[in-house]
């Protein structure tokens, strides 16, 4: 377990504003990621960071934005929601010495 | 067409059933994770190899590296094993920090 907490993990929100989800994990692992689940499409990455202020994009950043000040938390960052953002959002984290693999609960999110 | 490609897509299965899901990649990989996700449910990681096989209780994970290939089975099945089964990989250097993800296989066991 890596003590990986998202918040908030459900919001309603409206079209045009502004929305951040954090990821916080206990364990102060390096790696940590955003990705949405949608139907059809399964886990696509919107960013990743290796490191406090390292992040970079993944395949679906467009519209997003990420930032890491802190080992411990990630925040993903909608600056204008649509509703094509309407989706679950997951944040992992990845243990450096063994690879494995540990998944927050979930964030669902919905752009009216 | 995706890098990662799961079959089959959609699984029912009577209790007590074995059950395999397949896996293949297109890309060099340096490991490969199994997933799992309950209904309404947040994701668990079952499995990570990168060769061989593993095992835990009556999952079974394969993995053969140069045919690109891997395997979940499940023994004896049972209806708390409903859920989706997602297979990710990894890859080398660069590529080592993001994982591709299939689309899941969607099992149900039933009673």
């Known amino acids: 377990d890596a003590g990986i907490t998202q918040s908030p993990r459900h919001k309603v929100t409206e079209t045009g504003t502004p929305v951040t989800l954090r990821c916080h994990q206990t364990?102060?692992?390096?790696?940590m990621y955003w990705y949405r689940q949608d139907p059809g499409h399964g886990l696509r990455l919107i960013h990743y960071s290796y490191g406090v202020k390292d992040t970079d994009k993944g395949e679906v950043s467009d519209g997003y934005s990420v930032s890491r000040s802190k080992t411990e938390d990630f925040l993903l960052t909608l600056e204008s929601a649509t509703s094509s953002q309407t989706s679950v959002y997951f944040c992992a984290v990845r243990d450096w010495n063994t690879g494995e693999l540990f998944f927050g609960e979930g964030s669902r999110l919905t752009v009216l | 067409k995706n890098e990662v490609e799961q079959s089959p897509q959609n699984l029912t299965a009577q209790e007590g059933e074995f059950i395999t899901i397949n896996c293949s990649y297109s890309?060099?990989?340096?490991?490969l994770h199994w997933l799992q996700q309950h209904p309404g449910g947040g994701i668990v990681s079952l499995f990570m190899?990168?060769?061989g096989k593993k095992k835990h209780g009556r999952l079974i994970a394969t993995i053969n590296i140069q045919e690109k290939h891997s395997s979940l089975h499940i023994t004896a099945s049972h209806p708390r094993d409903s859920a989706v089964y997602i297979c990710a990989v990894r890859g080398f250097g660069e590529y080592g920090n993001k994982l591709v993800f299939g689309a899941g296989t969607i099992l149900r066991v039933k009673s």
């Open positions: 190899l990168s060769s």
């Open positions: 890309v060099g990989i340096s490991a």
């Open positions: 364990e102060n692992h390096r790696y």
